[in-house]
């Protein structure tokens, strides 16, 4: 079965940087999309950025372009997800999900229905 196991986060201060991976298991990884959504405390999970099967088509929420980069290291099964000038308002459990389809397109799935498998989410916590 597919399994998705995020690490990386943490605390840390405005401004600061991390790196959460997530490494993937269960199926040929390079044929699916992955995404990275994060939920608040108290607030709806939402999506951060997704990257294609290929790498070749990324996509990001409006608030965090310019500070976070998604990538993929197919040869790894692994997604990465590299935040910079991280805000309070980034402190969320960040969560690690993927899709059920091979070779699909990522415009425009965006959606927590969009996707089909998750990980059990990172803490990451940016204080101010």
């Known amino acids: 079965q597919v399994q998705l196991v995020e690490s990386g986060g943490g605390l840390v201060q405005a401004g600061g940087s991390l790196r959460l991976s997530c490494a993937a298991s269960?199926?040929?990884?390079?044929?699916?999309?992955m995404a990275w959504f994060r939920q608040a405390p108290g607030k709806e999970r939402e999506f951060v950025a997704a990257?294609?099967?290929?790498?070749?088509?990324?996509d990001y929420r409006d608030s965090v372009k310019g500070r976070f980069t998604i990538s993929r290291d197919n040869a790894k099964n692994t997604v990465y997800l590299q935040m910079s000038s991280l805000k309070p308002e980034d402190t969320a459990a960040y969560y690690c999900?993927?899709?059920?389809?091979?070779?699909?397109?990522?415009?425009?799935?965006?959606?927590?229905?969009?996707?089909?498998?998750w990980g059990q989410g990172t803490q990451v916590t940016v204080s101010s």
């Open positions: 990257i294609s099967w290929s790498g070749s088509i990324i």
């Open positions: 999900a993927t899709d059920g389809k091979i070779f699909t397109s990522i415009i425009g799935r965006t959606s927590i229905g969009d996707y089909d498998y």
């Open positions: 269960g199926r040929t990884f390079s044929r699916y999309n």
